[in-house]
């Protein structure tokens, strides 16, 4: 590692100038607000940076630690531990750093394998996810990053020799939010800033970084680009190539912010199981959206609308060929299953797009299964033996009236009695029925399905099997053994979210009600910090 700093010589007095540096001021005192407002950031907003201990994150941190606006919150270095002694005095610079600036520092370490085949993909992966570990924690929303106009050049040239559709020349946006959490934002207010200017202003203010000796490496593609090929494209075409290539990208980006009010409006919606089988935690994994949303646009928009509701969904974009399988089987009107990155699943319904999270990563979010008061858990699958069917009675919770049943982390279930007062309308949404009270006479009880069950849902002529019905719904096979029922004495009344029974539904002769409500709270075994991310 090599700490770049200027020794002794006389500071560049315009930039000092510039950033009101002079007069034994702060460096870069007052140049947040200008950098801020240049992404739409509002100067006081509260952020986490991102510090490597390069010379643009290094600068950042001074431009930040200056502002009047006193907006930084906490700077995360994160060592990847693939470069021994010199990943450790990165650390130390930046927390001794941070220790002289008066910043709040936090350090994480995480571990990669160091073979070089996509070690740029998997660190930047896991860099973001630690990063928004750390905003969630602090209760920040914006990520501010280093990135420059010269990252942004490198990124517009890897990713036309890979190959990409128009959204991808558009190159690094000022702005994005993270693809597992829409609430993060990701800011980067250098982009208009070339990378030596950044350390100029460094140099003058005698300031020192540190030098990544892994930047030097050409087996990294980006490095490649960065000293080879955009050195030669200046050689050749003279510096105004660069500019231009920054000209292109800008139309591009015009191009594409054009295109996104057009397709903006699509957009999950949230599963069909996060009222009737999931807890808060997980209850946003996956989604659905009408397929005519998709299947009626233009090519070039179905495709860019494809890609950014697979990364919005699973964190990670599609692949080119699998973009286009979907991308057929919608345009000719086919019904699929396509695998996505990660585990995903992308369902293609005749009527709609289903968007099915892993297993893995549904128990990883946080416990689906319910629970009673006396903590009871069932765990019963739906595709059980049917030697289960004969304890069926043995089965389940009571729920009394009034009463209530704990079905797990965040979500209650409340039965009371209403009166039928003429011309009231009937209360009937996911998280809320009412019944006929007579229809419901014996003794309720909420469990989970079980082989053979049946039922006949509001509006249908007769009954069927339960899987059958659950299907029809959407609710993808691994999620149908989470589902939970209300019963009568053995008649299903209520499919907890989903639709309520025939047998049950309120008639003209109604003379009470039944109201069955679910009501959704915040995890209490979550950590209260990290709890109002999902709220």
């Not at 200008?34 to 390069?54: D, K, R």
């Not at 139309?251 to 295109?259: P, Q, R």
């Not at 990364?311 to 973009?323: D, F, K, Q, S």
């Not at 039922?455 to 249908?460: E, F, H, I, M, P």
Request: charged share 25%.
């Amino acid at each position: 590692m090599q700490i770049q700093t200027t020794l002794g010589g006389e500071p560049d007095l315009q930039a000092q100038a510039i950033l009101g540096a002079a007069d034994g001021a702060r460096p870069a005192h007052g140049r947040w607000a200008q950098l801020a407002c240049s992404v739409g950031l509002a100067p006081q907003t509260n952020v986490v940076l991102a510090l490597s201990g390069g010379a643009d994150s290094v600068y950042l941190l001074h431009v930040l630690a200056a502002a009047r606006e006193s907006p930084l919150l906490a700077a995360v270095h994160i060592d990847h531990g693939l470069r021994g002694a010199e990943s450790i005095r990165d650390m130390e610079f930046c927390r001794d750093l941070c220790a002289r600036l008066g910043v709040r520092f936090v350090s994480r370490a995480v571990a990669l394998d160091p073979s070089p085949s996509g070690l740029e993909a998997r660190a930047r992966e896991e860099r973001y996810a630690v990063l928004a570990q750390e905003a969630r924690r602090l209760r920040v929303r914006t990520i501010v990053t280093g990135h420059h106009a010269d990252d942004a050049l490198e990124t517009l040239l890897m990713r036309w020799m890979r190959g990409t559709d128009l959204g991808g020349l558009a190159s690094l946006a000022r702005e994005r939010s993270l693809a597992r959490d829409a609430s993060l934002r990701v800011v980067r207010p250098l982009l208009f800033q070339r990378r030596e200017e950044v350390r100029q202003w460094l140099q003058s203010w005698n300031e020192p970084w540190c030098e990544d000796s892994s930047n030097s490496d050409t087996r990294f593609a980006r490095n490649r680009v960065r000293h080879v090929v955009l050195p030669h494209l200046t050689e050749q075409f003279g510096s105004g190539a660069l500019a231009n290539l920054k000209a292109f990208a800008r139309a591009v980006e015009s191009l594409e912010s054009n295109w996104a009010r057009a397709t903006e409006p699509i957009a999950w919606s949230p599963p069909a199981t996060s009222l009737c089988a999931r807890s808060v935690s997980n209850a946003h994994l996956g989604g659905r959206l009408p397929r005519a949303a998709v299947a009626r646009l233009p090519k070039a928009l179905r495709r860019r609308s494809l890609w950014r509701l697979v990364l919005e969904g699973v964190g990670c974009a599609p692949r080119r060929a699998l973009l286009d399988q979907i991308d057929a089987d919608l345009a000719h009107g086919r019904c699929a299953r396509h695998a996505l990155p990660r585990g995903w699943d992308l369902h293609l319904r005749s009527k709609e797009l289903v968007l099915v999270p892993p297993k893995e990563v549904l128990a990883s979010a946080g416990p689906g299964a319910w629970r009673s008061r006396r903590e009871v858990q069932l765990s019963f699958e739906f595709e059980r033996s049917a030697t289960v069917a004969s304890a069926a009675e043995d089965l389940g919770i009571s729920l009394s009236v009034p009463g209530r049943v704990n079905l797990g982390p965040g979500r209650t279930l409340l039965a009371t009695k209403v009166p039928a007062e003429p011309g009231r309308p009937i209360e009937r949404n996911p998280a809320c029925v009412e019944l006929d009270w007579r229809a419901c006479s014996a003794p309720l009880r909420v469990r989970q399905p079980l082989p053979g069950d049946r039922v006949r849902l509001l509006g249908a002529s007769g009954s069927r099997p339960l899987a059958r019905a659950l299907a029809d719904m959407g609710i993808p096979r691994a999620e149908r053994g989470q589902i939970l029922l209300v019963l009568s004495g053995e008649q299903i009344v209520w499919i907890v979210g989903l639709r309520p029974s025939e047998h049950a539904r309120i008639r003209p002769t109604t003379l009470a009600r039944l109201r069955l409500e679910l009501s959704r709270e915040p995890d209490a075994s979550v950590n209260p910090v990290e709890q109002s991310n999902w709220i």
